[in-house]
């Protein structure tokens, strides 16, 4: 079992920016592609974006391409999420999410582990 934990949420007013944090344990981390979901009141949960196990390997949904960088640090059993120029329409639970491989990284039925979600509101 992985556990994730993740961290770093809040309340901000549009075009601020926020820094999410999801620290892993109880598996090697570095063997995982991780991924960061959003799921907004109503809503499905959607992709926002993921990075390869070695952090060579980024890719994100256009609607945050630009404004959002994820990142991580093996070292620290830690990725994460800067949020900038955040719009009222990214408020949302935000999850952080791990699998084996990096193919079909925005399908969430791929991912094995989750987190249980922080909570991200931007204000008008």
């Known amino acids: 079992q992985m556990q994730l934990v993740e961290s770093g949420g809040g309340l901000v007013q549009a075009g601020g920016s926020l820094r999410l944090s999801c620290a892993a344990s109880?598996?090697?981390?570095?063997?995982?592609?991780m991924a960061w979901f959003r799921q907004a009141p109503g809503k499905e949960r959607e992709f926002v974006a993921a990075i390869s196990r070695s952090g060579g390997n980024t890719y994100y949904a256009d609607s945050v391409k630009g404004r959002f960088t994820m990142s991580r640090d093996n070292a620290k059993n830690t990725v994460y999420l800067q949020m900038n120029s955040l719009k009222p329409e990214d408020t949302a639970a935000y999850y952080c999410?791990?699998?084996?491989?990096?193919?079909?990284?925005?399908?969430?039925?791929?991912?094995?582990?989750w987190g249980q979600g922080i909570q991200v509101t931007v204000s008008s």
């Open positions: 999410a791990a699998k084996g491989t990096w193919s079909t990284v925005v399908r969430s039925a791929e991912y094995d582990y």
């Open positions: 109880g598996r090697t981390f570095s063997s995982y592609t």
